[in-house]
């Protein structure tokens, strides 16, 4: 089955530097990625939609100078956290959708097993 | 907007006993609906998916859903519950013909059994 990747699967960082999150689709193209925050013991929530080649769309709230991504080919979406703070501490998971072209997967979405970010 | 509501936050229940989570949302058009689980220390896994058909979906490990369009409701129920069932359950809706097809989640539902 399909598969996504993040890196690195957790991190801990000092408060007021900035962290890369990186997630790959590895077998499939994918035309669209999402950045999901979950909080200890919340649900996940949508911080923003990423489409290749273009800018990210954020969701009400989610600083986007804060939280940039870059979609720059078909298998990889990238989130910096800059000048991270302790109230950024979170587990960040990335969510892929499959192109229009593959069609096998058609409707199908697949999870990254998220990144545990820690700023002390 | 759409959201979702699940209204049970921290079941707990004995081995063999039978489970029933509610799921609601709120959209007025077509959705697509999901429920997805994650064990301890581990990622999302869908159990199953709505999105048009039979009304009674069955998911893998037992557990299925029940789709009713009149009360915007998605309950996942299983059987008889084991204790591996153990996890986080979270209903996520997706609305049809969104040009990103973003999926919304409910806060999700915390299920302890015991043996």
């Known amino acids: 089955g399909a598969v996504v990747s993040q890196h690195p699967s957790w991190v801990i960082c000092k408060s007021g530097t900035s962290v890369k999150i990186e997630c790959r689709s590895l077998?499939?193209?994918?035309?669209?990625m999402f950045w999901y925050r979950q909080f200890p013991k919340q649900s996940l929530m949508l911080m923003a939609t990423?489409?290749?080649?273009?800018?990210?769309?954020?969701e009400q709230g989610v600083e986007k100078d804060k939280f940039l991504i870059n979609h720059a080919s078909l298998t990889l979406s990238t989130l910096t956290v800059t000048s991270a703070h302790p109230e950024d501490s979170s587990f960040y998971i990335c969510r892929a959708l499959p192109g229009a072209r593959t069609k096998a997967l058609n409707n199908e979405q697949f999870f990254g097993p998220g990144t545990r970010l820690t700023v002390l | 907007a759409q959201s979702v509501s699940q209204h049970n936050h921290h079941v707990i229940l004995s081995e063999a006993a039978s489970l029933e989570l509610g799921c609601n949302y709120s959209?007025?058009?077509?959705?697509?609906l999901f429920w997805y689980v994650q064990y301890p220390g581990q990622h999302l896994q869908l159990l199953l998916k709505?999105?048009?058909?039979?009304?009674l979906v069955k998911g893998i490990k037992g557990f299925e859903a029940e789709f009713i369009n009149s009360k915007f409701s998605f309950n996942l129920r299983k059987p008889s519950v084991q204790w591996s069932d153990t996890a986080e359950y979270f209903c996520a809706v997706n609305a049809q013909g969104g040009g990103y097809n973003k999926l919304i989640f409910g806060a999700g539902t915390r299920l302890a059994v015991h043996p």
């Open positions: 990423s489409n290749e080649g273009s800018k990210a769309t954020y």
């Open positions: 709505y999105f048009s058909g039979d009304p």
């Open positions: 077998d499939f193209q994918a035309t669209t």
């Open positions: 959209y007025g058009g077509t959705v697509n």
